[in-house]
């Protein structure tokens, strides 16, 4: 699936999956479209939301670029001059080939009812026709949910609408086909339309929206009961699939993961102390190592390497915030950093950082896996001798280098939840990570960038925040700029399935 439909100067125009919010719901929660796009591309940063999609209908979005196409695109929803076409799919006959609804929407609790017509509120209006075994929807008004009300109180809810009395199916099936309007610049029409896909698998059409093939083929396919399956996690890694579970795979899960393509299946028992080795499930075993793309770049995998294969895909793209020096709209990294990245197992995110220009120290308390980052380095064609790889423990390191006055740019804070060492003794996050930052801080240089991550689940989001900010303001400093970054959409938020990755990009004085 093809995300952007058109792009100039003024205009983006989307074709949004089924199964993503428009917006973020709150503030911790997975990213919506929006906030996915104006963090990715510098280009983006100004866009603003003229109007919105329900989660789970799919299909054409217009954000505007610029103030002038804001202000034009903005009058025209308001004075009904954008056409808007929707295509429906419904299990029940319809009584009518046309039909004109017209009522006013009230809500009550998660969905909204329809009222009759008074003088003292607006009323929400839709055009119905029969097209074949489809039905057109022509809203003339754009009030939350109205299609789907005024299908369900007509007697034709839509397919997969279960909150409107519609039967189950994989999906809603309501889709945004066309579009038109005049462009903001040179008033000429604008037409746009994209054919719905009620039938493809809507967690795999999310992925196809924002993994360009060519240049990652690294990324979750099922997260578990986010993407409607309960304790199953899988990824693409390159030509093989890893499946996690608790237990021994069900049926259904096996039939699920075969329709895959891939050239082997393997499959790792999660456990609450760890996980256990990965065995091969069908397919060609893999090599010893297979090298796998992340937004152009080359990482070395292994998959009998134990609990994790060599890249923990869930950090894509801060990897690529460090990569291209874009963390948000007027959040940059300057050109050539230097990189502490202190806990850095397989360097991932010091490629990005020396790709994108900077001198990297890389420390972990694995000398195997600091080669393994070397090799890393090699794959990208990065000269590893001009960066510096230490061995050791990060706390007793940092003490080090307070002592020599080394002052970095950019520090990567991204530690296990749980470790122990003879040096610094037990690390846990939730209780230990205030002071990590404090030992930290000393080396990060005036108006320097710090990114503080966890994966521990336990540890609130509002809570982790406070453990940073808090060290910050203990050393006296101030936070220059905040970017909070949640998983990436391949790791989907739910309330079945709550965020478990915290992120934040701190500019610090």
């Given at each position: 699936m093809e995300l952007i439909v058109f792009e100039d100067e003024h205009l983006l125009v989307v074709n949004k999956p089924a199964g993503w919010n428009t917006h973020s719901p709150a503030p911790f929660a997975g990213e919506g479209l929006y906030e996915w796009l104006k963090n990715r591309l510098p280009r983006w940063s100004a866009l603003a939301i003229i109007h919105r999609l329900d989660k789970e209908t799919s299909g054409l979005m217009?954000?505007?670029?610029?103030?002038?196409?804001?202000?034009?695109?903005?009058?025209?929803?308001?004075?009904?001059q954008v056409h808007k076409k929707y295509i429906l799919l419904t299990d029940r006959k319809p009584a009518f080939r046309e039909l004109h609804a017209r009522s006013v929407l009230v809500r009550s609790g998660a969905k909204y009812i329809s009222r009759p017509i008074r003088p003292d509120a607006a009323p929400a209006e839709t055009i119905f026709s029969v097209a074949g075994d489809v039905i057109e929807a022509i809203p003339l008004t754009g009030k939350t949910h109205q299609i789907r009300v005024h299908a369900a109180e007509h007697g034709f809810p839509i397919l997969g609408d279960t909150l409107y009395g519609g039967a189950p199916a994989g999906r809603l099936c309501l889709h945004a086909a066309e579009l038109r309007f005049d462009h903001p610049a040179t008033n000429q029409p604008l037409f746009f339309s994209v054919p719905p896909d009620f039938t493809s698998d809507t967690r795999l059409v999310l992925r196809a929206a924002i993994?360009?093939?060519?240049?990652?083929?690294?990324?979750?396919?099922?997260?578990?009961?986010?993407?409607?399956?309960?304790?199953?996690?899988?990824?693409?890694?390159?030509?093989?699939?890893?499946?996690?579970?608790?237990?021994?795979?069900?049926?259904?899960?096996?039939?699920?993961?075969d329709q895959i393509k891939s050239r082997g299946v393997y499959h790792q028992i999660l456990r609450r102390k760890g996980r256990t080795a990965p065995q091969l499930l069908s397919g060609e075993p893999a090599p010893n190592e297979i090298v796998i793309r992340e937004n152009g770049l080359r990482f070395s995998l292994r998959m009998d390497e134990g609990s994790s294969t060599g890249l923990f895909l869930d950090q894509r793209e801060n990897r690529r915030c460090l990569k291209e020096h874009y963390i948000s709209p007027g959040f940059e990294l300057p050109p050539a950093p230097e990189v502490l990245n202190a806990f850095a197992y397989t360097c991932g995110f010091s490629v990005c950082a020396a790709t994108g220009g900077g001198r990297v120290t890389s420390l972990d308390l694995s000398k195997s896996y600091?080669?393994?980052?070397?090799?890393?380095?090699?794959?990208?064609?990065?000269?590893?001798?001009?960066h510096?790889?230490?061995?050791?423990?990060?706390?007793?390191?940092?003490r080090r280098l307070v002592k020599k006055k080394r002052c970095f740019d950019v520090i990567i804070l991204d530690p296990p939840t749980f470790s122990r060492s003879r040096e610094s003794g037990v690390f846990q996050a939730e209780k230990n990570y205030?002071?990590?930052?404090?030992?930290?801080?000393?080396?990060?240089?005036?108006?320097?960038?710090?990114?503080?991550?966890?994966?521990?689940?336990?540890?609130?989001p509002e809570d982790f925040l406070k453990a940073v900010t808090d060290s910050v303001r203990r050393a006296n400093r101030s936070v220059l700029q905040q970017h909070y970054v949640p998983q990436p959409p391949d790791f989907p938020v739910d309330r079945a399935e709550p965020a478990y990755l915290k992120t934040v990009w701190l500019r610090i004085s």
């Open positions: 217009v954000f505007g670029k610029t103030a002038l196409a804001n202000r034009s695109l903005t009058q025209q929803f308001d004075q009904r993994i360009d093939p060519a240049l990652s083929d690294a990324y979750r396919i099922i997260h578990g009961a986010a993407d409607g399956w309960p304790g199953l996690y899988l990824d693409r890694l390159g030509e093989y699939l890893m499946a996690q579970t608790t237990g021994a795979l069900t049926d259904s899960q096996r039939r699920y993961i600091l080669e393994w980052g070397r090799r890393n380095f090699d794959l990208n064609g990065l000269d590893s001798s001009a510096e790889f230490i061995f050791g423990d990060a706390l007793a390191w940092f205030g002071a990590l930052v404090d030992a930290a801080l000393p080396l990060l240089k005036p108006g320097g960038t710090l990114l503080a991550s966890t994966n521990a689940a336990q540890f609130a």
